[in-house]
Each structure stands twice: as C-alpha cells, then as structure tokens.
C-alpha cells in the first residue's frame, strides 16, 4: 500500500539541491522504477542547463519553493548543511516526506524539532547515513554482535581526504556525521563523554582537521581523525578485541573487510599485579593466526538507501536512518564542538 497520490501509484518526489552529492542522489532516484521524478531545485544556473541536457523530462527550477508546495509527495534536500533544517521543516509543515542528507541540522535544538514535526505529522524524514546501508559496515556489526571479536578493546577511524574544503561547517561537521553514524550502528550503544581537538589552516575559525576521542559504556574508546587537508585519501575503521582485529577499508575493491586472528589476552588479572616482575605476577599471552578477507555481495549503499526510502514511504515505516538517528549524531556533534571550544576538554554528552 503506497501512500503516494499519484494516478499511476508512483512516488513523486522532488530534489532539492543537485550539486556534487546532489547528482548521484537522482541518478539512484531514476533507477527506482517505483519513483517519479517531478522537479529539481538548483540555484546554479549552469547545473541547471546541465540537468536540462540531460534529464530533458525532470523541469528543473531555481526557486525550492516551487517544488514545497508542488505535487510531490517527498522532498530530497541535498544542498549545504546550514539550510538543511530550514528547508527539511518548510517540507515537513506543507506535509511532504523528507530524505536530508548529513547533518540532519547544526544544533540539537534543530533536529529535535524536525524530529516531533515528523513524528506529530506521521511523515517519514530519514537523514542521509548512507554507510549504515553498507554491506561492509552491516558485516562489521554482524561480526560484533555474535562476539567474533570477544570483548571490544578500542576503535579508531579515519577519514581524510584533499579538497572538498567548505566554508559554513568545518572538517568534523562536515565528515564525521558518517564515522558517529557507523560507532552507533555497531555498538549499538551512545557515547557518553567526548573530547575533540582541532585546528584551522585555511580559514580562521573552520578546524581543517579535527581528533575526537569518545567514550562508550563498558570501558570502550573510539579515536576518529577527519581531515579535507591530507595527502592521503582514507576510510578506515579498525575494531580491536580481546579475540579478534577487523579492518574495514572502505577504499579497497576487493578486501574491503579483513579480520585478523590476532589478540592478546591477559591472565591472573584477579591477584596483584605489583611491579610487573614476572609471569607469575602477570602474564600476556599473544596469539597471531590468519588473515581473512571474507567474499560478499556488496550493492551500492547509495542506491539501498534511496530505494529503502522509498519503501519506508510506501509501507508507512520508520526508516533505519530516521530523524531520531540524526538527532543522536548531531547531540554528539554540539558536544564534541563545545570540547573543541574549550581547547579539548571532555565534555559529558546528555541523553
């Protein structure tokens, strides 16, 4: 049962904004055979004409406003962070389904109140998480949850790229939404504390590169480095355990998982461990097995995301991504800003 209004039972949906992540968002869109594409939004005149040549049939517009309060039934805001709430809650009040991408707003207070629009007008609003809809990242959480690993040590990620520099958010705002979403994802559980240093190279006031180290429940850490400022193009995210290590690589072709078979496990924990001196004091036992790089099928996570939309849409469901898991990676952020403010200091983030 679809809740679209169109004669022929598709989804109409609109796009706002058609930039750099904007195209790839409507060409998985136009792939949905269940979706009709009625307008974009654009305010570049030359991606207009570019749209124009090569989606003839989509009218393209520069006036967003045109599309709110047109006939689709869902609206998909890909434009700069800073206009996401304002246009997601334009959407929402003219009672049209929402897909925003990261972040889903620039404060806490924002997102909580697209969250209860959402919720109040039984509308689904998903925010853009896409690695939560990898096969890879799903593999991970998977491994995690059946205690492959056995007991969680640290993490740490890294996300470094050069260019793609913004101006109205900086390195942590603009990346770290997708390495908060898949800490979330896999350990199924908040941080509750976060401390995050960062400096500025290009522009004053907007942190190039930032480090955050966060604190989970159970005595687990997480290190997460984002960067537009590095010679080194890297998605990387390493779990170590008590029993094993995983690497997931989002950058590799064909060994985007690899699980290591290593780990060190430490014994007579429950006496004293003194000064160290020897094994009969404390001993760590160290154990290097192989290396597995595990085969699945891995679909674009862009186009499950876009067709999980769609579904969410039709079946009156609540999407993985929804407005609530927006709102968690954004309490983080404001958190995680507030340390960078401060030079670094921990700050303990509320639930």
């Known amino acids: 049962m679809t809740s679209s209004s169109s004669p022929d039972g598709m989804l109409r949906i609109a796009q706002i904004g058609?930039?750099?992540w904007g195209i790839n968002l409507l060409r998985c869109f136009l792939q949905n055979p269940r979706v009709s594409l009625v307008g974009v939004a654009e305010l570049s005149q030359k991606r207009i004409g570019d749209l124009a040549k090569r989606y003839p049939a989509i009218p393209a517009t520069s006036e967003h406003r045109e599309l709110i309060n047109g006939p689709a039934d869902a609206v998909v805001i890909a434009t700069p962070a800073a206009n996401h709430f304002e246009l997601a809650k334009e959407c929402l009040l003219k009672d049209k389904h929402v897909f925003v991408e990261k972040p889903i707003a620039l404060n806490v207070r924002d997102?909580?109140?697209?969250?209860?629009?959402?919720?109040?007008?039984?509308?689904?609003?998903?925010?853009?998480?896409?690695?939560?809809?990898?096969?890879?990242?799903?593999?991970?959480?998977?491994?995690?949850?059946?205690?492959e690993v056995g007991e969680v040590y640290y993490l740490?990620?890294?996300?470094?790229?050069?260019?793609?520099?913004?101006?109205?958010?900086?390195?942590?705002?603009?990346?770290?939404?997708?390495?908060?979403?898949?800490?979330?994802?896999?350990?199924?559980?908040?941080?509750?504390?976060?401390?995050?240093?960062?400096?500025s190279f290009l522009q004053?006031?907007?942190?190039?590169?930032?480090?955050?180290?966060?604190?989970?429940?159970?005595?687990?850490?997480?290190?997460?480095?984002?960067?537009?400022?590095?010679?080194?193009?890297?998605?990387?995210?390493?779990v170590v355990g008590s029993e094993k290590?995983?690497?997931?690589?989002?950058?590799?072709?064909?060994?985007?998982?690899?699980?290591?078979?290593?780990?060190?496990t430490r014994n007579a924990v429950d006496q004293s461990l003194g000064e160290y001196?020897?094994?009969?004091?404390?001993?760590?036992?160290?154990?290097?097995?192989?290396?597995?790089?595990?085969?699945?099928?891995?679909?674009?996570?862009?186009?499950?995301?876009?067709?999980?939309?769609?579904?969410?849409?039709?079946?009156?469901?609540?999407p993985l991504t929804d407005g609530r898991d927006g709102l968690h990676v954004v309490n983080i952020l404001e958190a995680a800003q507030q340390s960078l403010k401060s030079g670094g200091e921990k700050v303990n983030i509320p639930w």
Request: negative net charge; aromatic residues 10%.
């Open 245 to 264: 290590m995983i690497v997931y690589d989002d950058t590799s072709l064909d060994a985007k998982i690899r699980i290591f078979d290593k780990g060190i």
């Open 111 to 147: 997102a909580e109140e697209l969250v209860r629009l959402a919720e109040g007008r039984n509308l689904r609003l998903m925010v853009g998480h896409t690695f939560e809809y990898n096969a890879a990242v799903r593999m991970l959480r998977n491994y995690l949850e059946k205690g």
């Open 156 to 199: 740490y990620g890294a996300r470094l790229n050069l260019g793609r520099v913004q101006s109205d958010i900086n390195a942590m705002w603009s990346l770290a939404p997708h390495d908060l979403s898949i800490l979330l994802y896999i350990l199924q559980k908040m941080p509750v504390a976060v401390a995050a240093r960062g400096f």
């Open 18 to 20: 058609c930039g750099y």
């Open 204 to 238: 004053p006031g907007i942190e190039d590169i930032v480090f955050m180290i966060l604190d989970f429940p159970g005595d687990v850490h997480a290190h997460i480095h984002v960067s537009w400022l590095d010679p080194n193009k890297a998605r990387l995210l390493t």
């Open 277 to 318: 001196d020897s094994f009969e004091k404390f001993q760590l036992i160290l154990r290097a097995g192989d290396v597995a790089v595990p085969h699945f099928i891995f679909p674009e996570p862009l186009q499950v995301e876009c067709d999980h939309f769609v579904e969410c849409i039709e079946k009156r469901q609540t």
